[in-house]
């Protein structure tokens, strides 16, 4: 007994030993990352969990490093545990964000699922309010999509590419694309070499030369990005981290902000690198643009009176490197989670990158009329721009339609690649408003697919339609918020329904549209093939399976049984003459069965239903056994049929 009680107190006392060590490294990991020393924060909370430690706070922290650094699938996976962990209320901004990672996984309905439980704690919040407003919004996103084609430029490195500019035949664009050999020149958040401004010239015919730095007065050991020029090229505005004297100036965080500086093109040379008035050492600027008449500076940052992580500004520019307030856009582009990389193209639409609201996963790439900006919503871009990873700081050029974007999507060359892209097909982004809606049936309030959707204006001028999906439900855009409007929901069978509104009437930009069957009702005896004029349900040679084709022929025969819940039916089922007879009579069975089974499963009572085969007993033609018929002749035979019997 002393020789085990001996081992039971050695593997205390070690138990104890190792408990505190843990505890020591979970310390030393939570100051790495209170420092956003994140790549660091990364390894030691992972070699402690592989250790054995367990932690709320070390999930949180996992989870938020490598979603900081766009590691959304690993982040993912911690935030689970965390979910799973959770014995203490959590904030809600935990539910959001593994909402956000889901997608980057695409599995989008568990993260539609988590949205719904982030809003039903945060009713509030923009991000929620948007989601549930676009409950659709993968719908919209695949409407936008495919306007787009795109090539990942050769001048792409195994590092970080990003905020391409135009500059008259030149690609000016932000690249960690250095060796990194001295530590001073590593950034720990990532543990990746500090950016700097690059320059490729581009040819007539698409080729990019062999990129070099842009300017050693503009690149120093700090960051340089996201670079912007006035239309006579002498004035750049580019972000660069808080930098003086040769160091970073830190806040009391400990965090070299970023902030948005100016350089003059003097004798060929940048120089008179200014910092502009309204920077703070206490917060961040950051992604300079210009509007097309270069009278406003947009850019994104976090300083008060900013709604959620990053929000897109506005000042005016008036001379002499004085400049007005800035001014925050407002919710309809800005929300609780980042809204950054603003471009504003020569029609004044504003692009911009954003996480909150609805899109693929990571930031999603979105635009908006500044014109129409209180009478428009974010459109989302579509696919292949957008994808479940970062998509973000787009340019394009008006005349030619071709453009630039950075993805850090898994088909790229490194971390950050920049893209080219032509654009085909435009958006109307002066009625960027989406009404959405769902047809069903007045009577049984059955959804109804393959309903024709359309909008007309007070004109009488059909301004948008649509069909509703297998689910019942429609998408249309094109509509503004200046006239009224009808829509109209049409179906074969169903009587047309007309509706007149008005935006500011909808709750939510969502109408339910429901439609009153014309069929009326049959007396027994009634062939419901020949009174609703359907197709044969036909069946394969030797086969009791529904086909495809057939299922589609049901719906009518399912829609009138909920349409009339009374109404009792007899199915009948055929083959053709081929085959021995009685086998036949069986094959008849087992389809009359698969038949009745195949209603049963779209919700008709089985007591409503009969049915019986025929086998080869009941021939619509002369193809009897020995027959010269064709293959087509002989399925005319092999079917079902639907008689009222009450």
Request: aromatic share 10%.
């Amino acid at each position: 007994m002393k020789l085990h009680l001996k081992y039971i107190v050695l593997a205390s006392i070690l138990f104890g030993f190792n408990a505190q060590g843990q505890e020591k490294q979970a310390d030393k990991a939570q100051t790495k990352f209170n420092s956003f020393n994140y790549a660091d924060a990364i390894q030691s909370y992972q070699d402690l969990i592989d250790d054995g430690y367990s932690s709320e706070d070390a999930y949180k922290n996992l989870g938020d490093a490598n979603y900081s650094n766009a590691n959304y699938e690993e982040a993912s996976k911690w935030y689970a545990k965390l979910l799973e962990k959770q014995t203490s209320e959590l904030d809600a901004e935990y539910l959001y964000r593994y909402a956000q990672t889901l997608k980057s996984l695409k599995k989008y309905k568990e993260s539609d699922d988590w949205m719904i439980k982030f809003e039903a704690k945060k009713a509030d919040d923009l991000r929620a309010k948007k989601f549930t407003n676009k409950t659709n919004y993968l719908a919209e996103i695949k409407k936008n999509s495919g306007r787009y084609t795109i090539k990942n430029l050769p001048i792409n490195s195994k590092e970080s590419d990003f905020s391409p500019a135009f500059y008259g035949s030149q690609l000016i664009f932000s690249s960690a694309r250095d060796s990194g050999l001295f530590t001073k020149s590593i950034h720990q958040w990532n543990n990746k070499s500090f950016l700097n401004l690059y320059t490729s010239t581009v040819s007539d015919t698409d080729e990019y030369s062999t990129p070099e730095k842009l300017s050693k007065v503009v690149n120093k050991k700090a960051h340089e990005s996201s670079p912007v020029f006035t239309k006579d090229g002498k004035t750049m505005y580019f972000t660069r981290n808080n930098f003086k004297n040769g160091s970073f100036s830190r806040d009391a965080e400990g965090v070299s902000r970023l902030k948005i500086y100016k350089a003059s093109l003097i004798d060929n040379q940048w120089t008179e690198i200014t910092e502009l008035p309204f920077n703070s050492d206490e917060f961040s600027h950051a992604h300079p643009a210009l509007n097309s008449e270069e009278t406003q500076l947009y850019f994104a940052s976090n300083r008060p009176g900013t709604l959620g992580e990053s929000d897109i500004f506005y000042v005016e520019i008036k001379g002499d490197n004085t400049y007005g307030n800035p001014i925050n856009l407002g919710n309809s582009i800005n929300t609780e989670a980042r809204e950054t990389f603003p471009f504003i193209s020569e029609d004044n639409i504003l692009y911009f990158a954003s996480d909150g609201h609805p899109g693929l996963g990571g930031l999603d790439l979105f635009g908006i009329s500044l014109d129409q900006m209180a009478d428009s919503k974010a459109i989302n871009l579509g696919e292949p721009l957008n994808s479940e990873e970062d998509d973000f700081s787009y340019i394009i050029n008006n005349s030619t339609k071709k453009g630039y974007f950075a993805s850090n999507r898994k088909t790229g060359m490194g971390s950050d690649d920049i893209y080219s892209f032509q654009e085909t097909k435009a958006l109307n982004f002066e009625c960027g408003v989406s009404v959405t809606g769902i047809v069903k049936d007045i009577k049984t309030k059955e959804i109804l697919p393959n309903a024709k959707v359309k909008i007309s204006n007070n004109l009488g001028e059909t301004v948008a339609e649509t069909m509703s999906d297998s689910n019942g439900e429609f998408i249309l855009d094109e509509v503004c918020k200046k006239e009224g409007y009808t829509i109209v929901a049409s179906k074969t069978d169903f009587n047309e329904e007309t509706m007149s509104f008005s935006l500011s009437d909808l709750k939510n930009n969502n109408i339910e549209m429901l439609l009153s069957s014309n069929v009326p009702e049959f007396g027994p005896g009634s062939d419901l093939a020949q009174k609703l004029n359907l197709e044969k349900i036909y069946f394969d040679f030797d086969k009791s399976n529904i086909r495809r084709d057939a299922q589609i022929i049901m719906e009518k025969v399912v829609a009138y049984l909920k349409q009339y819940p009374e109404a009792k039916i007899k199915i009948g089922s055929h083959t053709d003459a081929r085959g021995n007879d009685d086998y036949n009579l069986s094959l008849s069975d087992r389809r009359a069965k698969a038949t009745m089974d195949y209603l049963i499963t779209q919700g008709i009572d089985a007591l409503r239903l009969s049915a019986e085969g025929f086998g080869e007993i009941k021939l619509i033609n002369n193809c009897t056994n020995g027959s010269a018929c064709s293959s087509d002749e002989h399925q005319m035979n092999r079917r079902s049929e639907f008689i009222v019997v009450e």
